[in-house]
């Protein structure tokens, strides 16, 4: 599978930015998609997803403000993110996980690509 992500930049805190991933070479109807992101000196996290029913899934800190939305047939994937935050900060992947029912979250399973940087100032 390959993935490319784009869309990242530097913006205020407040600001939007819009994430897009591109999947080819993975099965769209045995896979979930979604984003992590990592930030410097921190662990990965599982930002926003896609169950195994095309319900979306997101961490707390992200809920309100950051929508995923896909689309099936171009196998694309996106995270409009809005009233950012510094903590936001941090570089954000596209990730093709296993479907795993009604929750999803990244994995050594997973397929993601290089990865986009996100950074937030105050």
């Known amino acids: 599978g390959h993935l490319v992500e784009s869309g990242g930049g530097s913006v205020q805190a407040g600001g939007s930015l819009r994430l897009s991933c591109t999947a080819s070479?993975?099965?769209?109807?045995?896979?979930?998609m979604g984003w992590f992101r990592q930030a410097s000196g921190k662990k990965r996290e599982g930002v926003a997803g896609?169950?195994?029913?095309?319900?979306?899934i997101y961490i707390d800190s992200v809920k309100g403000r950051f929508t995923v939305s896909k689309d099936s047939a171009k196998n694309t994937l996106s995270l409009q993110m809005n009233n950012l935050k510094p903590e936001d900060t941090a570089m954000y992947y596209c990730t093709s996980e296993p479907c795993r029912g009604r929750t999803w979250y990244p994995s050594i399973a997973g397929y993601w690509g290089q990865g986009t940087q996100v950074t937030v100032s105050s």
């Open positions: 070479g993975l099965s769209a109807s045995s896979r979930c």
């Open positions: 896609f169950d195994a029913h095309g319900s979306t």
